[in-house]
């Protein structure tokens, strides 16, 4: 619960700060709340992959980027129409979410739907289906191991885009380049 | 042939036409050889589904299945026929008359000018024997199409806005009206097959009849029916053989004959005649042929006279077939004919004023008459038979409306029949007597007739206009079929 | 059995044709391969459609894991027609695309563009197929980010914010999709559609369920763009390169609504379900996006972005079939879905043959192109009255279904309404067609020659689609039918 | 750790709406994917926190232990992760090309010099 308050009180800090850099930094000690929190809601897996992943490559990224462009970013002009909008978006979202919420099961409430239908045969069968302790991986590898597949693809997607953007120095904008078709 | 062919191929030698004119663009004497042959093949064609007719045959032709239930259907029925023939035998003097004018006036792209002449008198053969109303509806909208590059041929930016007007006005009519009214009906009665007697019998709430005829009545933008009439005035900057082709003949009458065909095989004469609220049709009429001719006698404008002209006695043709008696109704389909002819005689000879003296205004015509006799003498007998007096055919299509309208006691048809006539006589004799009575203005410059495909083809048209008032064989006898199916 | 195994190789096969062209810095060979692949997909999709249309729905599972534990891949009528277009189109446009690339994007980039268009095949048609709603989002997020870089190759600087700002909007969409899955699952503890469909109807009432409806239509919307959520679209087609534009207007919104369809009935099991006026929210904002965006679509002076306006308005129609909540209002959807991928298939790779030639889309410089470019301009003309609705085109079946269930409901200034604004539809084609066909040519432009053939002959392809399946739309509606029949719970 | 019904839900969805708003409200461009990883990460708590069974332990399959938290979302949101991460490498390679193609991360000045360009 704590941390949740923690975890609030970052992200408001991170969105705030004016310099990117802080802001980054604040970025990663917020994944390392989040991995925390996983931590303590059992999913352990979850946890080190978001350290890794949300606190380790993610703030790299942002770092590598905020080097080559501007640290600082710029004071968001005042302007009551520009601040209206965004407030009756995310408020309409905020409310259509706790209103959401109002009708969920209780928190780790042992008789919810998803405890009681399809999640028991991983917990159940994994062991003797897959032969691997940790349902999660069983899950992960088998059981849906096509989501796994698409990840890859996902990860193999943004690469690939990476590289075509800015791969090999390249440098915008440039000249049209008039390339002849063979 | 089979009458069955011969639909197909009434559809296909204009189509194949265009696209052999296409091929013989860049050689004008082989393209023009081409866009002859191919009218008088339509004409054979045409008048061997005509002959098929009176043996018997009843051809009926599904050729594709658009939506279930609903098809490109063709058959020859006596209105559609009388259109066709009108259509396809004017083509042929149109297209001569064409060669002298747009080699007399050194038009630009004359290749997609006759591409597309052949492919508007594909429209309108399906038009004409449209089976169903999908089927009319289809090429309906594929006339609007294939005339718009005609319109538009000068692309000049007056050209292109008239021509944008003319899109406008009918696609609007036709999309937002027509089509409607047709979902509609496909909705309430099930089917849009051209039904004599029509379709609706027992099928929709009365009151609601009213308001459809009203969406398919307006919806037939062509039909020029105020306040849609603002299309044809416009359409008067396409070259001349184009107004005399297609917005004396082809385009109009597929409006009127489309208004027709709707009245007696879609609502059905017997059932309109149950409706109360039905009235507003003849007075509506009744009105666009009185304003139209007070515009008309407004214009200096040759051409522009005779478009209100046109606007005028289209109406002619909507109010006989609102008048709701057999009489009339052969009356509508027989004015479709008579104002066929009578009105390409009279753009036919404006166009030969314009190649022959470069005039335009009425104002200008002092005299005219004595340096171009045929074309003038032509238009007298065109007028003439627009006023609706013998020797004319135009006099025997009035007649029978009229008829109608005293069978109907229909005392708004009569007063509006009389009061048009004065109308026309007004505006068209005038013309007739500054051309012949009044000496030349200074400083015109010394000319003769037009060249002589043009004053063939004029003298010919006048010449049948004469004909059909002794001899309206056909014509007529279609036009009285057409009446045994009203009963 | 090779039948037994088609789902699962219509996603792979692009997927694994994408992996080969990565390392193969070859343009010509990725080309063949990309082309092969777009084929290879298409064959094994008219293959499950003929399948499904015989034998009802498929049903594959991945790892032999039987759903709801596994994923689940299922094929009906619906998502076989889908599987269809996009593949049909994709090997359309992989016809078109070399010529065209190589004016648009540089030469060195060619070989790694083939793979993120396989990526992006391989995404969409996992959309189509998976019948696993998490799944679903795995695929929308290949589909997506593969877009984003596309996009993000146009010549124009501005096709970098457009795809940057498109990468935002949908990574919200996405999101979104995702926290309504989320609730879904919360409540009924299942991934599986058609398990979902069957466990939902016992918490329908939930707040929970409402809001999760909610979340994953606006996720879905943004993808879709409907009407408010469009803001990202008109740019993206604009600056991207025309292939991209022309694929991802005929495809990637067809997938997008072919997953809202999904994912609103077959697992909600109608908008009605929740008790939400849903229908009416749909019927004003699809009226809003027919008229708003044709009346933008008409001031634009660039042809790129008149067309996105102008699918902007044609996804206002398919909404607007949804909103009939009626089998004829969904084979109305349905039938367009299929007909406006043709129409602004045509559209685009015309423009892309304009693009190659003139070197711009701007409206202005198109002046007496009807004369330089016969064939391409020709193809624009019968894509244009195919969008209007003309007779004898694709647009004017659509249009047919559409009124037809305006009436059936009762909806009589709806059907009105529809026939109104394809007037103004009229109204912005016919200002192309105008200065293409009745302007004179500037001098620099004598000199201009048609397209090549491999271009003018795939849009050539599309345009004459427009007008086969505008004469015998048998087929269409009659899979159409079928498919909404299956998303109505008839044929599940 | 206390069991407090729904009020942890709450709290997600505030954080939730921290993330969407510097997204849409704020000009510099990354500052919006910055916001659009708190969103997401918020949504991976979401899911996360419906896995929990109260008195469970991690879904690692031991003999000693009986109640395990729900692994699906586990698995669910170790993609979601990685889905998360390759948005944003790729939004921050576009932001490299934006700030060479005009000089700017800010969504006003960019807009700015488009205007003027035009």
């Given at each position: 619960m704590t941390?949740?308050?923690?975890l609030v ?5 991170v969105v705030q700060a ?5 802001s980054v930094i604040?970025m ?7 991995a925390?929190l996983?931590m303590?809601?059992d ?6 992959t978001?350290?890794?992943v ?7 990224l942002?770092?590598?980027?905020i080097?080559?462009?501007?640290p600082?970013e710029?004071p ?9 909008l965004?407030?009756?978006?995310v ?8 209103f ?6 209780l928190y ?20 003797t ?6 349902v999660?991986t069983?899950?992960?590898?088998s ?6 597949l ?5 990860i193999?997607t943004a690469a ?8 090999r ?5 440039r000249r049209?380049?008039?390339?002849d078709e063979? | 042939?089979?009458?069955?062919t011969a639909?197909?191929?009434?559809l296909?030698?204009?189509?194949l036409g265009?696209?052999l004119i296409?091929?013989?663009?860049r ?8 866009t002859?042959t191919?009218?008088?093949a339509l004409?054979?064609i045409v008048?061997?589904l005509?002959?098929a007719?009176f043996d018997?045959a ?5 050729l594709?299945?658009?939506?279930p239930g609903?098809?490109?259907r063709?058959?020859a ?7 066709a ?6 083509w042929?003097?149109n297209?001569i008359?064409?060669?002298g004018y747009?080699r007399?006036?050194a ?13 508007a008198?594909t ?7 449209a089976?169903?109303?999908l089927?009319?509806?289809v090429?309906y ?7 718009y590059?005609?319109?538009?041929h000068?692309?000049t ?6 021509a944008?007007?003319?899109m406008?006005?009918l696609?609007a009519t036709?999309?937002?009206?027509l089509?409607?009214g047709?979902?509609w009906?496909w ?5 849009l097959?051209f ?5 609706f019998?027992g099928?929709?709430?009365?009151p609601?009849t009213?308001?459809?005829l009203?969406?398919f ?5 062509k039909?020029?029916?105020m306040p849609v009439h603002r299309?044809?005035p416009a359409?008067?900057?396409?070259p001349t053989?184009?107004?005399?082709l297609l917005h004396?003949v082809?385009?109009?009458k ?9 009245i007696?095989y ?5 059932h309109?005649?149950?409706v109360i609220n039905f ?7 009744g009105?666009?042929i009185v304003a139209a001719?007070?515009v008309a006698?407004r ?9 209100y002209?046109?606007v005028s006695q289209l109406?002619y043709?909507v109010?006989a077939?609102?008048i709701?008696v057999p009489i ?5 389909a027989l004015h479709?004919?008579a ?18 003296a470069?005039k335009t ?5 002092d005299?005219?008459g004595?340096?171009?006799p045929?074309?003038m003498?032509a238009f007298?007998i065109?007028?003439l038979s627009?006023?609706g007096?013998?020797?004319?055919i135009g006099?025997t299509?009035?007649w029978?409306i009229?008829?109608g309208?005293?069978e ?5 048809a009569?007063g509006v029949?009389?009061l048009?006539?004065?109308l026309n006589a007004a ?8 051309a012949f009575?009044?000496s030349?203005?200074g400083?015109?410059a010394p000319?003769?007739?037009?060249p002589?495909p043009?004053v063939?083809?004029?003298t010919a ?5 004469v ?10 006898a279609?036009?009285q079929?057409l ?5 | 059995m090779i039948n ?5 190789l219509?996603v792979m096969?692009?997927?694994?044709a ?5 390392i ?9 391969i990309?082309l ?7 064959a ?7 399948l499904?249309?015989n034998?009802g729905?498929i049903?594959y599972a ?6 709801p534990?596994?994923?689940e ?8 027609f889908?599987?269809v277009?996009?593949s ?9 695309a070399p010529?065209s ?8 980039r060619v070989?790694l ?5 396989l990526?992006n095949?391989?995404?969409l048609?996992g959309m189509?197929?998976?019948?696993d ?5 795995v695929?929308?997020?290949?589909s997506?980010l ?6 993000g190759l146009?010549r124009d600087?501005?096709a970098?914010t ?5 990468l935002?909007m949908?990574t919200?969409?996405a999101?979104f999709?995702?926290?309504g899955v ?17 466990r939902?109807?016992e ?6 369920v409402?809001a999760a409806?909610a ?10 763009a409907?009407v408010?959520?469009h803001?990202w679209l008109?740019n993206a ?5 025309t292939v991209?534009?022309a694929?991802?207007a005929a495809t990637?919104?067809?997938?997008a609504?072919?997953?809202?369809l999904?994912?609103v009935f077959?697992?909600f099991?109608g908008?009605a379900m929740?008790?939400?006026p849903v ?8 009226i809003?996006a027919?008229?708003?965006a044709?009346a933008?679509a008409?001031?634009q002076?660039?042809a ?8 902007l308005?044609?996804?206002?129609y ?6 009939f909540?009626s089998?004829?209002?969904l ?5 367009h879905?299929?007909n406006h ?5 045509a559209?685009?790779l ?12 701007q409206i202005e410089?198109?002046a007496?192109?009807g004369?330089r470019?016969?064939?391409?301009m020709g193809?624009?003309?019968v894509g244009?009255?195919?969008l209007?609705?003309?007779p004898?085109?694709?647009g004017?079946?659509s ?7 305006a009436l059936?409901?009762?909806w009589?200034?709806?059907a009105?309404?529809i026939?109104?604004s ?6 912005y ?6 200065v293409?066909?009745f302007q004179?040519p500037?001098d620099d ?6 397209a ?5 002959v795939?849009?050539w392809?599309?345009?004459?689609a427009n007008?086969?399946?505008?004469v015998?739309p048998?087929?269409t509606?009659?899979?159409?039918q079928?498919?909404?029949a ?7 | 750790?206390?069991?407090p019904g ?5 709290a997600v ?9 510097a997204?849409i409200a704020?000009g510099n461009?990354?500052k ?9 990460a918020?949504?991976f708590?979401?899911?996360i ?7 469970g332990t991690?879904?690692i399959?031991d003999d ?7 692994p ?10 990685v889905v998360?991460?390759?948005t944003t ?7 490299v090309?934006?700030r060479d193609a005009?000089g700017s991360?800010?969504d ?11």
């Amino acid at each position: 619960m704590t941390l949740l308050g923690f975890l609030v009180a970052t992200a408001l800090f991170v969105v705030q700060a004016r310099n990117l850099f802080v802001s980054v930094i604040l970025m990663g000690l917020f994944s390392l709340l989040v991995a925390g929190l996983f931590m303590v809601l059992d999913a352990v897996d979850v946890a080190f992959t978001e350290a890794a992943v949300g606190a380790g490559i993610s703030t790299v990224l942002f770092l590598g980027t905020i080097a080559l462009v501007a640290p600082k970013e710029r004071p968001v002009a005042p302007r009551s129409r520009r601040q209206l909008l965004p407030f009756l978006v995310v408020g309409a979202t905020f409310a259509l979410l706790i209103f959401g919420t109002l009708d969920m099961p209780l928190y780790g409430d042992p008789n919810a739907p998803i405890h009681v239908y399809v999640a028991p045969r991983y917990l159940e069968q994994s062991a003797t289906e897959i032969g691997i302790p940790n349902v999660v991986t069983s899950v992960l590898a088998s059981y849906r191991g096509y989501d796994t597949l698409g990840e890859i693809t996902v990860i193999f997607t943004a690469a690939l885009g990476v590289m075509m953007l800015i791969g090999r120095g390249r440098k915008f904008p440039r000249r049209r380049r008039e390339t002849d078709e063979a | 042939m089979s009458p069955e062919t011969a639909i197909i191929a009434a559809l296909a030698v204009p189509a194949l036409g265009a696209l052999l004119i296409g091929l013989a663009g860049r050689v004008p004497n082989l393209r023009e050889a081409i866009t002859l042959t191919t009218a008088a093949a339509l004409l054979a064609i045409v008048i061997s589904l005509v002959l098929a007719w009176f043996d018997g045959a009843r051809p009926d032709v599904t050729l594709l299945e658009m939506i279930p239930g609903l098809s490109l259907r063709f058959t020859a029925e006596p209105l559609g026929l009388l259109f066709a023939l009108v259509a396809s035998s004017l083509w042929i003097v149109n297209s001569i008359y064409s060669i002298g004018y747009m080699r007399g006036n050194a038009e630009h792209n004359q290749t997609r000018y006759y591409i597309f002449f052949a492919l508007a008198l594909t429209s309108t053969m399906g038009v004409a024997l449209a089976g169903n109303m999908l089927t009319l509806f289809v090429f309906y909208e594929l006339l609007t199409l294939s005339t718009y590059p005609l319109v538009a041929h000068h692309g000049t930016p007056k050209a292109v806005r008239s021509a944008r007007t003319y899109m406008g006005v009918l696609m609007a009519t036709s999309i937002g009206l027509l089509l409607f009214g047709m979902i509609w009906t496909w909705q309430a009665a099930g089917t849009l097959t051209f039904t004599p007697g029509g379709v609706f019998e027992g099928k929709i709430y009365q009151p609601l009849t009213g308001i459809l005829l009203a969406l398919f009545v307006f919806g037939i933008g062509k039909a020029a029916l105020m306040p849609v009439h603002r299309w044809l005035p416009a359409a008067m900057v396409a070259p001349t053989p184009v107004s005399a082709l297609l917005h004396a003949v082809a385009v109009v009458k597929a409006g009127v004959f489309a208004v027709v065909k709707v009245i007696v095989y879609i609502f059905g004469v017997e059932h309109l005649r149950t409706v109360i609220n039905f009235d507003w049709l003849s007075i509506v009429a009744g009105f666009t042929i009185v304003a139209a001719s007070v515009v008309a006698l407004r214009q200096d404008n040759l051409k522009r006279r005779l478009a209100y002209s046109t606007v005028s006695q289209l109406s002619y043709v909507v109010l006989a077939a609102a008048i709701l008696v057999p009489i009339s109704v052969a009356g509508a389909a027989l004015h479709i004919a008579a104002h066929a002819v009578s009105k390409i005689t009279l753009f036919f000879a404006a166009g030969s004023i314009y190649t022959a003296a470069h005039k335009t205004e009425i104002s200008q015509l002092d005299g005219i008459g004595k340096r171009m006799p045929w074309t003038m003498v032509a238009f007298g007998i065109g007028a003439l038979s627009i006023i609706g007096l013998p020797p004319t055919i135009g006099f025997t299509s009035k007649w029978l409306i009229l008829q109608g309208a005293f069978e109907a006691q229909n005392s708004v048809a009569i007063g509006v029949i009389i009061l048009s006539t004065l109308l026309n006589a007004a505006y068209f004799l005038p013309i007739i007597y500054v051309a012949f009575f009044r000496s030349e203005s200074g400083e015109a410059a010394p000319h003769g007739e037009a060249p002589w495909p043009m004053v063939l083809a004029l003298t010919a048209t006048a010449g049948l206009t004469v004909v059909l008032f002794f001899a309206p064989g056909w014509p007529l006898a279609l036009a009285q079929e057409l009446a045994g199916i009203v009963r | 059995m090779i039948n037994s195994q088609l789902p699962i190789l219509q996603v792979m096969v692009p997927l694994l044709a994408a992996s080969l062209c990565a390392i193969l810095p070859f343009r010509r060979l990725t080309w063949l391969i990309a082309l092969a692949a777009s084929l290879a997909a298409l064959a094994i999709s008219l293959n499950l459609l003929v399948l499904v249309l015989n034998d009802g729905p498929i049903s594959y599972a991945l790892g032999d894991w039987a759903a709801p534990w596994g994923i689940e891949y299922r094929v009906d009528a619906l998502s076989a027609f889908v599987l269809v277009l996009v593949s049909a189109l994709g090997s359309i446009i992989m016809v078109f695309a070399p010529t065209s690339l190589a004016r648009e994007i540089d030469a060195d980039r060619v070989f790694l563009f083939h793979a993120m268009y396989l990526l992006n095949l391989a995404g969409l048609l996992g959309m189509a197929v998976t019948g696993d709603v998490f799944n679903l989002f795995v695929f929308l997020e290949i589909s997506s980010l593969s877009s984003y870089v596309m996009i993000g190759l146009g010549r124009d600087r501005r096709a970098l914010t457009a795809a940057f700002q498109y990468l935002i909007m949908g990574t919200v969409g996405a999101t979104f999709y995702v926290i309504g899955v989320g609730m879904m699952y919360m409540m009924t503890g299942t991934l599986n559609m058609a398990d979902l469909g069957t466990r939902l109807p016992e918490v329908a009432a939930t707040r929970t369920v409402i809001a999760a409806m909610a979340f994953i239509v606006v996720g879905l919307g943004l993808k879709l763009a409907i009407v408010p959520l469009h803001f990202w679209l008109p740019n993206a087609y604009a600056y991207a390169p025309t292939v991209v534009s022309a694929f991802l207007a005929a495809t990637a919104t067809k997938v997008a609504l072919y997953a809202l369809l999904r994912i609103v009935f077959t697992v909600f099991g109608g908008p009605a379900m929740i008790g939400l006026p849903v229908d009416q929210i749909l019927l004003v904002l699809a009226i809003v996006a027919m008229f708003g965006a044709s009346a933008v679509a008409i001031y634009q002076t660039d042809a790129k972005r008149l067309l996105a306006y102008s699918s902007l308005a044609q996804i206002g129609y398919m909404v607007l079939g949804i909103s009939f909540l009626s089998a004829t209002g969904l084979t109305a959807t349905i039938i367009h879905l299929f007909n406006h991928a043709l129409m602004k298939g045509a559209l685009f790779l015309a423009l892309g043959c304009i693009y190659l030639r003139l070197g711009s889309v701007q409206i202005e410089k198109m002046a007496g192109l009807g004369r330089r470019m016969p064939w391409t301009m020709g193809a624009f003309v019968v894509g244009g009255l195919s969008l209007i609705g003309i007779p004898l085109t694709v647009g004017f079946i659509s249009k047919w279904y559409l009124i037809q269930a305006a009436l059936e409901r009762g909806w009589w200034l709806v059907a009105a309404l529809i026939l109104l604004s394809s007037l103004l539809a009229v109204i912005y084609v016919w200002r192309v067609v105008e200065v293409a066909y009745f302007q004179a040519p500037s001098d620099d432009m004598l000199q201009l020659r048609e397209a090549p053939a491999v271009m003018v002959v795939p849009v050539w392809v599309l345009a004459g689609a427009n007008v086969y399946f505008g004469v015998n739309p048998q087929q269409t509606i009659r899979a159409a039918q079928s498919a909404a029949a299956a998303l109505l719970g008839g044929g599940g | 750790m206390s069991f407090p019904g729904l009020i942890n839900y709450w709290a997600v969805a505030a954080l939730m709406m921290i993330g969407f708003y510097a997204v849409i409200a704020h000009g510099n461009l990354v500052k919006k994917v910055i916001g659009l990883n708190i969103f997401q990460a918020a949504m991976f708590i979401f899911y996360i926190s419906m896995a929990k069974v109260r008195g469970g332990t991690a879904p690692i399959l031991d003999d000693d232990l009986s109640v395990f938290s729900n692994p699906l979302p586990h698995v669910l949101i170790l993609t979601a992760i990685v889905v998360g991460v390759a948005t944003t490498a790729l939004g921050l390679s576009l932001i490299v090309r934006i700030r060479d193609a005009y000089g700017s991360v800010e969504d006003e000045e960019i807009r700015a010099i488009e205007a003027a360009s035009d």
